[in-house]
Structures are given as C-alpha cells and as structure tokens.
C-alpha cells in the first residue's frame, strides 16, 4: 500500500458542530503532516507529529486539535470553526530522510463551514 | 523560516512549445526540492525531484535544474501538450525527518492548441 487514505472527501459542517478528518498510511512513515490549503494558494503547513508525537505547530488556532494516535493514523478534530476556515485539508506522511526524501499527500478533504 | 519564491505566477503557452518556471529558496541547509503538479479540486502530484548533491535531473518531458550556489531551481517542459495545464508548486524541505515542505506561491500552467 503506497497510499495515503483521506476520509471524508467532503464535510460540511456548522460552526457549532464538532467534526473529526482522518488521514492512514501503511507505508511505515514516521512523520505524518496536516496542510491547509485555500483556493489558488499553496498548501500551508499546520501540524507535523514526528514519531506519534507533535513536533511542529504553526500557531494554528486551538479550534483545531490534532491527534496521532499510533503510527498510521493521524486525525484532526474540529470545533467551533468559522466560514474562513473553510478550505481543502491535505495529509501528507514522510518515510524521513534515511530511507528516502519524498512526501506522499492524500486526495484531501474539502471542509465547508456554514 | 524558508522562503521559497516562484515565478512566474501565470504562463501561457502553445502546444508544443517549452515552459520554464523558476524558484529561488533562502536556506541553505535545504536539500531536497520536488515540483508538484495540482490539477483544479486535487491533491498535489509529484512530477520530479532532485536532491542537493545533483545538478540536473531529467524524466521524459520534465526536467529540474539546481543551482545550489545561487539557491535557485528550475522546472522545464518541452513539447507542452493540454493535459499539462495546472497549477505547479516547487518546494524546499531540510533534512530532518520531520521537516516542514516549504511551497513556491505557485505557477498556473494554460497549454494553449
């Protein structure tokens, strides 16, 4: 398996609902990333777990809470999120420099908020 | 932090002509830098990547050329076809496991017939 699994494609949600992404590779890959991306923009990193645990967070505000709860899965709660928010949300997983160099992202889910 | 600057934002060109799409990244500790092609609603696809101990790589069509002194790289497309219309991102990353992907701002590609 050479994927990086996304689910759901598509969520809409309300700004009062709680709703969780979830992003899975079985490719052995140590560093699993969460990347923001607006419309005509470049995807902005968010969150980077290195080994389950949570090495880089891009001052991303607490309404996003991100979870690594073993090495093949990596979710993204969300709560009490705004219209501006909505935006494509792309997993990526990195097998780290010994064992090779490239990022493999997932199709994405494309988050609406109403 | 990494910068990575890319231009131009938008070309235009016809169908079996080149293109050429340039990025300049400030630091030099970077290592690694792949080209990734998005089509519109998709996630970005690897098209080539090369790494800082090598000049140039070449796959097919696609080519990247580094220039690590100057801390510029480039992607070239020859004999440009209309499927290679999309948005390319060049990026930068160091080496560490968990190094951030830095992306280019981006270059809308419209292969024209």
């Known amino acids: 398996d050479t994927e990086v699994t996304q689910t759901p494609k598509h969520l809409v949600m309300g700004m009062t609902n709680k709703k969780s992404l979830k992003c899975e590779q079985h490719m052995g890959h140590r560093a699993m990333y969460w990347y923001k991306q607006k419309a005509k923009k470049p995807p902005e990193l968010m969150f980077v777990y290195s080994y389950e645990k949570l090495s880089i967070n891009e001052s991303v505000p607490s309404r996003f809470s991100p979870e690594c709860p073993n090495s093949s899965l990596l979710n993204l709660h969300l709560h009490a999120l705004q219209p501006e928010d909505s935006a494509l949300y792309l997993c990526?997983?990195?097998?780290?420099?010994?064992?090779?160099?490239?990022?493999?992202f997932g199709s994405g889910t494309r988050l609406t908020v109403v | 932090g990494e910068n990575v600057e890319q231009h131009p934002s938008t070309l235009s060109v016809q169908e079996g002509d080149s293109a050429v799409i340039k990025c300049t990244y400030s630091d030099s500790a970077s290592n690694y830098f792949p080209w990734y092609k998005q089509e519109l609603g998709k996630r970005p696809q690897l098209i080539i990547d090369?790494?800082?101990?090598?000049g140039e790589k070449k796959d097919q069509r696609i080519a990247v050329t580094l220039n690590k002194t100057a801390k510029h790289f480039s992607l070239h497309i020859t004999e440009t076809q209309p499927e290679d219309s999309a948005v390319y991102f060049c990026?930068?990353?160091?080496?560490?496991?968990?190094?951030?992907?830095?992306f280019g701002t981006g270059t809308r590609l419209q292969v024209t017939l």
């Open positions: 990026a930068s990353t160091k080496p560490s496991t968990a190094s951030k992907l830095t």
């Open positions: 990526a997983s990195r097998e780290g420099e010994v064992g090779g160099y490239g990022y493999t």
């Open positions: 090369i790494r800082s101990n090598v």
